[in-house]
């Protein structure tokens, strides 16, 4: 398995020990510097006030002032310590899901082009080929002397076909391990050949097989319904005579399995009155190279591709038919989103801190709920609609956080929270206009926050 299919590189995969066990021994040490911090203010206040034990008033109003800021700063900082500890474990918890995702969607690309992965099954079009002597030149030394010689050799020529009248029945089916599609084809293929040179009347008809078949069967090459047979076995060239002026019809047929497409390869000839009909017997077939059909009919079982060329042709892509599969598409929306999700956590907490009073059991099952939700997502956007899976959990994610409020007032506001912090935010990584989405939910906090703390439009009775 390639590396691409492993995972995003660099990140962290609390399914593999090691990180685990690294993970666990970074918390370990964050978690007992903090403890050493919080004994050190500790022990800072205490050596002060000790200091102070000859001044009864200054120790009383120190200690006094102390104690209650230290109190303070304990609350605060086991709110910060919980945050830190879900921002931390929800980080390495998506960053476990964005892997396990990379890798499914790069799986399922890799298992969309096994299906159509294999050689191809490619004919290409018969040649003509008839050898006359050409005159060449060149120079020798004979006693002494430079000579020019003028002799003949044998040069292959070849003569252009007067007609190409193909056709070829494809039929689809699977390997053996069900992951690749393999063509079937049924080929007849009848040329029209003119003899139009006025000094040969011996040639070659050279038709070769298709390449990448996996099977040749039946592989037949007709003249004027007479089988020829090669003069050499495994070579496919036949031999024939033409007086200049006549024509002869030749036909070639098989019956090959082969690579998930088929096509016809004009080998850089210029072809007169070609037809070409490639009719498929399976559902998704679609021409191959860019060259349009002339004609296509569907049909509820086949599609049937028509090229037809009644002057002369020349093409550079071949002709064919492939097996059309399915695009992938809104790859890495949800990794990214899963990257994103500790920030976008951070945001709601934030909000939910500044527009009500929140307990360190609160902010602890809201983590568990916005985690959970994106877990739920991770998984249902495998078999559905991300947007359309995010819509129904938001409406879970809205009717859970309605309980955050001790009444209506503040209920409405952890609702207004969690639009504006979490619903928003979410959704606009899921659309192609992330940017807008972003926006208007980064907005829609600000008014929120500025309504309820600047103008006191909307007050809680706590």
């Known amino acids: 398995m390639s590396d691409s299919t492993q995972g995003i590189p660099g990140l962290p995969d609390l399914t593999h020990p090691t990180e685990l066990i690294q993970f666990g021994s970074q918390v370990l040490q964050a978690s007992l510097l903090l403890v050493f911090l919080v004994i050190a203010l500790g022990i800072a206040i205490a050596l002060v006030s000790f200091s102070l034990r000859r001044h009864e008033s200054e120790q009383v109003i120190f200690v006094g002032e102390w104690s209650v800021r230290y109190s303070q700063i304990l609350g605060g900082l086991q709110h910060l310590t919980v945050v830190l500890v879900l ?50 030149t060149y120079t020798t030394q004979v006693d002494g002397k430079i000579i020019k010689v003028t002799d003949t050799q044998e040069v292959s020529r070849y003569l252009a076909l007067a007609g190409s009248q193909i056709q070829v029945k494809l039929d689809q089916n699977t390997d053996v391990q069900n992951r690749s599609a393999v063509y079937r084809a049924d080929y007849i293929a009848d040329y029209k050949i003119i003899n ?52 002869t019809n030749f036909r070639v047929t098989y019956q090959a399995q082969g690579g998930s497409r088929w096509v016809y390869d004009s080998a850089g000839q210029l072809l007169s009155n070609f037809r070409l009909t490639a009719i498929a017997n399976f559902a998704s077939a679609d021409f191959a190279s860019g060259i349009v059909p002339n004609e296509t009919k569907v ?12 002057d002369n042709v020349a093409v550079r892509n071949p ?48 983590a568990g709920i916005f985690f ?59 659309v192609p206009f992330s940017g807008l989405t972003l926006s208007v939910a980064g907005l829609l906090s600000v008014i929120w926050l500025a309504v309820r703390h600047w103008y006191g439009w909307y007050s809680l009775q706590l």
């Open 319 to 366: 002709f064919g038919v492939f097996t059309n599969t399915n695009p992938i598409r809104n790859t890495g929306i949800i990794p990214r989103l899963l990257l994103l999700a500790p920030a976008l956590f951070l945001w709601w907490i934030l909000l939910l801190y500044w527009s009500l009073p929140m307990s360190i059991k609160n902010v602890a099952i809201a």
């Open 87 to 136: 921002l931390v474990v929800g980080f390495f918890l998506c960053s476990t899901l964005s892997n396990r995702y990379h890798h499914w969607e790069q799986a399922k690309v890799a298992q969309v082009a096994q299906s159509v992965a294999g050689e191809r099954l490619e004919q290409i079009a018969p040649r003509i080929r008839y050898v006359t002597q050409q005159p060449f």
């Open 196 to 247: 139009r040179l006025k000094d040969i009347n011996n040639f070659f008809f050279e038709a070769p097989p298709p390449n990448g078949y996996s099977l040749l069967s039946n592989y037949k090459v007709e003249r004027d319904q007479t089988r020829l047979e090669p003069n050499n076995p495994g070579e496919y060239s036949f031999p024939f005579s033409l007086q200049p002026g006549a024509e």
């Open 299 to 310: 049909d509820r079982r086949s599609t049937e591709f028509i090229w037809k060329f009644d």
């Open 372 to 430: 959970a939700c994106l877990l739920t997502l991770t998984y249902l956007s495998r078999f559905m609609n991300a947007q359309l899976a995010w819509t129904m959990i938001s409406l879970v994610l809205l009717a859970l956080t309605y309980g955050l409020g001790y009444n209506r007032n503040t209920s409405l506001a952890a609702i207004i929270c969690t639009i504006a912090g979490a619903v928003l935010p979410v959704f606009g990584l899921l």
